[in-house]
């Protein structure tokens, strides 16, 4: 979502920030390309109007601080003028009405109304601690209504009982009547919806907001409508009225113009984000963090609250615990790996971290997607719990079978051990303590090859280096730059005395060994 907006943005302010002073036809020109990128988006053309013209007059007549670039100050009004277009400051779902409240989904059919009916009440149950009831209000769709039940059960949220026959305006009234006199604190109320906005669904809509008196009435619409989504507003908004909007499918890979026009078109706020199919998939809509987000900032304050709402505070003190003492075995990697998958996944985290849009490219290379840890995941699984405890008494005849049961290759196996191994080593040298060569340094040292000793490299190790770069020299020089010379100068690795712990001669600094040895072989 937003991926190529803010690719287009970030690169257009990237050159703002480059300059040392700009005018104001630089100004003009970073602003008409600002237009394109937004009108590209599927932004409305109103609201790209009124936002470029309010980001133009506050660029050129803007006072700039000495401290901070020209450049600089226009991408914070770039950054300021977004969140005044999505919204000032958040607004949650207002449950602030004498008990039930009501609250009603409209939108057009395939929207994800249903879903997030169940995605909103486990929210308000798990969270908010309110005893919520559903009823589904769509006599059209084949199964609504059972759709809805099932999604009941999968939550743990009740659903008003069906009556077969019984029209809209009726089920609404009964509802609101079983939630009075069993003391539901909220009731949902899910209504149908059409392929395309008609006369008779408006007249649905107002008729269910007359008889049930809703609190709150939220359009619940696809991110992925595009340019359309300002009149699906605008309609439901005049003809029903209003008070908040849920966008779904976030998580896809639309231009995201909705968001941008829907909240500046209507006026009304855009309370809540659907994330993904999961049922826990759903967040509250934080303007300042979604503005983030588009210009390439990260959100690392949504990161840290996903994080704290899904890391089990009892495991994670264990686990302090097992790296405190250096252990590490393939149960606890596999148990980092789920917390991963909880968080969102490898693309989830980073699309939250600053600055991580403009290395995409070495990010595509590394192939660090989410079916690289759900692998590494099957992998573990397939071994024995002995095995995971004790990953050296893998051989190949293991590893064989390790592969086939998980799908994959012995190759994959070998990584995943390679890299918990390099894991286990640093918790290794962060937990131990205590002898010459103990605690965190000593063992660091030795693991980056201070050992004892600084021997002159061999001719071999030379050698191999040159072929490792190349032979001819070092890339990214000229041609006619010089390679690895054939041997070292004289005395290039005979330290004078005064560096202590570094040559041969003169004290040594505890717990890294009698020298440096860049190569990290043995004395020959």
């Known amino acids: 979502m937003f991926e190529s907006l803010s690719e287009k943005l970030s690169g257009i302010l990237d050159k703002l920030t480059g300059r040392g002073a700009l005018s104001e036809e630089d100004v003009n020109l970073a602003m008409r390309e600002v237009r394109r990128a ?107 209504q059972e759709q809805l039940a099932v999604l009941g059960e999968q939550v743990g949220v009740a659903t008003l009982p069906i009556v077969f026959g019984e029209d809209p305006v009726a089920i609404a009234k009964r509802a609101e009547s079983a939630a009075r006199l069993e003391g539901y604190d909220v009731v949902l109320l899910d209504t149908a919806g059409r392929t395309h906005i008609d006369e008779p669904l408006m007249q649905e809509m107002a008729d269910i907001r007359d008889a049930a008196r809703p609190h709150e009435i939220l359009l619940v619409a696809d991110a992925l409508t595009g340019q359309d989504a300002v009149n699906l507003a605008k309609n439901f908004n005049d003809q029903v009225g209003l008070t908040g909007i849920v966008l779904t499918r976030m998580d896809g890979d639309s231009r995201g ?43 690392i304050v949504s990161l840290v609250e996903k994080a704290a709402q899904n890391i089990d505070a009892a495991q994670a003190a264990k686990m302090v615990e097992k790296l405190r003492k250096g252990v590490f075995d393939l149960n606890d990697l596999s148990e980092q790996l789920a917390q991963i998958e909880k968080l969102g996944g490898m693309g989830g985290i980073m699309g939250m971290l600053p600055g991580v849009a403009k290395m995409k490219e070495q ?12 692998r590494q995941r099957a992998i573990i699984s397939s071994m024995t719990p002995h095995e995971r405890r004790n990953p050296d008494i893998l051989k190949a005849s293991r590893k064989k079978r390790i592969a086939a049961g998980s799908g994959a290759t012995v190759e994959y196996v070998n990584r995943l051990l390679k890299q918990h191994r390099q894991m286990a080593d640093m918790m290794k040298a962060m937990g131990g303590s205590g002898g010459k060569r103990g605690g965190m340094m000593g063992k660091l040292g030795q ?78």
């Open 38 to 144: 937004l009108l590209e988006a599927d932004v409305a053309l109103e609201v790209v109007r009124s936002f470029v013209d309010r980001t133009r007059t506050k660029a050129v007549g803007a006072a700039v601080i000495k401290s901070v670039k020209p450049g600089q100050m226009v991408v914070k009004i770039v950054h300021d003028s977004l969140i005044e277009t999505l919204g000032a400051e958040s607004q949650a779902i207002d449950l602030n009405a004498p008990a039930p409240v009501a609250i009603m989904l409209v939108g057009l059919q395939g929207a994800g109304k249903t879903t997030t009916a169940g995605k909103i009440a486990k929210r308000l149950t798990e969270r908010d601690k309110r005893k919520v009831l559903m009823a589904s209000l769509d006599v059209k769709r084949p199964a609504a």
């Open 363 to 374: 990010l595509a290379g590394a192939n660090l997607d989410d079916k690289f840890v759900k």
């Open 257 to 299: 113009g909705a968001a941008l026009s829907m909240r500046s078109v209507t006026g009304k706020p855009i309370k809540l984000l659907g994330i993904g199919e999961k049922m826990d998939a759903i967040e509250d809509f934080h303007p300042s963090r979604l503005a983030d987000r588009i210009l390439g900032m990260g959100d």
């Open 447 to 524: 693991m980056m090859g201070l050992g004892s000793g600084m021997p002159m490299p061999t001719p071999e190790q030379i050698e191999a280096m040159q072929k490792q770069l190349g032979g001819a020299g070092i890339p990214g020089l000229p041609p006619g730059a010089p390679g690895i010379p054939s041997a070292p100068p004289p005395g290039a690795f005979n330290l004078p005395p005064q560096f202590p712990g570094l040559g041969s001669g003169g004290p040594k600094l505890p717990g890294l060994g009698g020298g440096f040895n860049p190569f990290g072989g043995k004395k020959k």
